[in-house]
């Protein structure tokens, strides 16, 4: 079981991007994947999750507006987008599964993350 | 919104009991899962459910969780136990993170 996300990014300020985040070895469609946020040196920040098998998203409110979280269930892949990026969008992302079939559970499988740096 | 709240920083000797807290309102109430990061490593998960650990996770570490706050303990820490150790739960329908705690075993 695991998730392989999409490689290391690097855009300027204004531009979009989306990042991916595959599973395999597991039911895709019958779990929720979670992102999270790593500022370089910060803690960890949770910015939604998604049930791979109808698209249900539910974001943080801090991150609601910000980014677009989607799947694919056909490839069993989740994606974390932005239209307009910020340098403040500069951190390491994280997709992760929750553990079970509940939205509250605990992130089992983490992805490797992807670094995106946003700089002029 | 509610918040979780850990200590930036524990230190203990190898062998010793290594405890982190992780405190927010009515935790007790709740499911608390604690995630460890190495440097330039993903989180992985080593308890959920206040008290379970995952398959492969050693018998070292242990949680529990009552009143206002969930502790983990690493019981005879090694080494390789120094890391980042975050707790999380689920409070006002999110996902909230505690600001994450810095084990040195020194």
């Known amino acids: 079981v695991q998730l392989v996300q999409s490689g290391a990014e690097v855009k300027k300020p204004g531009e979009s991007l989306k990042i991916s985040c595959k599973g395999s070895?597991?039911?895709?469609?019958?779990?929720?994947i979670g992102w999270v946020r790593q500022v370089p040196g910060k803690g960890l920040e949770w910015m939604g999750n998604i049930y791979a098998g109808d698209s249900d998203v539910r974001y943080s409110p801090s991150f609601r507006g910000q980014v677009i979280i989607s799947v694919d269930k056909s490839i069993d892949t989740a994606y974390l987008q932005w239209n307009s990026l910020k340098a403040s969008d500069t951190a390491m992302y994280y997709c992760?599964?929750?553990?079970?079939?509940?939205?509250?559970?605990?992130?089992?499988?983490w992805g490797q993350g992807t670094m995106v740096t946003v700089s002029s | 919104s509610y918040e979780l709240t850990q200590p930036p920083s524990v230190s203990v000797s190898p062998g010793q009991t290594a405890t982190i807290t992780c405190s927010g309102d009515?935790?007790?109430?709740?499911?608390a899962s604690w995630y460890q990061q190495k440097p330039g490593q993903s989180p992985s998960l080593v308890i959920y459910e206040d008290t379970k650990r995952p398959s492969g996770i050693p018998e070292r570490f242990s949680g529990s969780n009552s009143g206002n706050t969930a502790t983990l303990t690493i019981s005879g820490t090694r080494a390789m136990d120094e890391a980042d150790y975050y707790c999380q739960t689920w409070g006002n329908s999110a996902v909230v993170f505690g600001g994450g705690t810095k084990l040195t075993v020194l």
């Open positions: 070895a597991y039911r895709f469609s019958t779990y929720w």
């Open positions: 009515k935790l007790g109430d709740k499911d």
């Open positions: 992760a599964r929750v553990w079970g079939q509940q939205l509250a559970n605990a992130f089992d499988i």
